[in-house]
């Protein structure tokens, strides 16, 4: 390259020559590009399609009578397998398309990361979510979406299963009996280990048992958890909310060795292979 990272042209009556690694590395760049826009559209696709039915799944319906609780739970069950069919949809279309195992990993582990984080952040949101009959609701439908999970296949992972358990360690809290026995340990290392104290402060303070009557943790624990929580915020008392993490969670330079194995594609991408030998006619044969 030239003065400002132009091209250097060649020489007037010369031929310019392309470096023999180019070609590969270009092809290199291009699929990466290709990769990357992929995996994020399927991605996003799928959890456009499930957006919806977030809200639904924490919430649960009002109980006005017998005949509109049993509509009411049929919708919500609706819902949560909603959300189960858009994972089977992806399922389908990963194993349609022969998708790498690797990349199917990723999608699932992501996606499932981005159901916990919707779903939590619908509870701090909406206050009156935080109940015991609707931590029992939220409960049951989690146990629906971790069977099919830890079901569906090689392509589903263990960890993708774990991604849950943001939501998953809030709805304990909330289904919780005798909350009144429980000390600043149980509730902040046995209990909630991975939600912050600000989040977790939230929760506890918000909680209301519509179905038994029974009392919040005590006025001890309580008060530790505010301490807990104005030493975690550093002074802030805005509640933020968990940032969905977008980005592509690989490296795409790994990534692309396996799927060149995955498709028997030829080896182009690591180097540039020579060129078959040439047959020299022989000298007196005739042209058929």
Known sequence: EGKGGSPIKPASGSTGKIPAKYPAMLFKHRLTACLENVYGMIRDNTLRDMKEHVLHCVKMPARKSARANTSAGAAAGSH????????EFLLNAIRNNRVPSILA???FTQVCASISCNMFNCLL???Q???MSNGEYIEKGLKMLSDWLQNAGPEVPAPACDQLCGIRQAVEFLVAGNKTALSISDLT???CPTIGMNHLHHIVTSFVDDKYNSPNVSKQVLSMLTRLKEEDANG???LQLINEDASIPFATPEIIPIL??????PAILGHVAPPP???SPVKGARSP
């Open 129 to 131: 979510c935080c109940s």
């Open 125 to 127: 949101i909406h206050r």
């Open 80 to 87: 949560w397998g909603s959300i189960i069919q858009s994972l």
């Open 236 to 238: 802030s008392n805005s």
């Open 105 to 107: 990993q990723y999608l």
């Open 277 to 279: 030998p040439r047959i």
């Open 260 to 265: 060149i194995a995955h498709a028997d594609v």
């Open 189 to 191: 290392e046995g209990l």
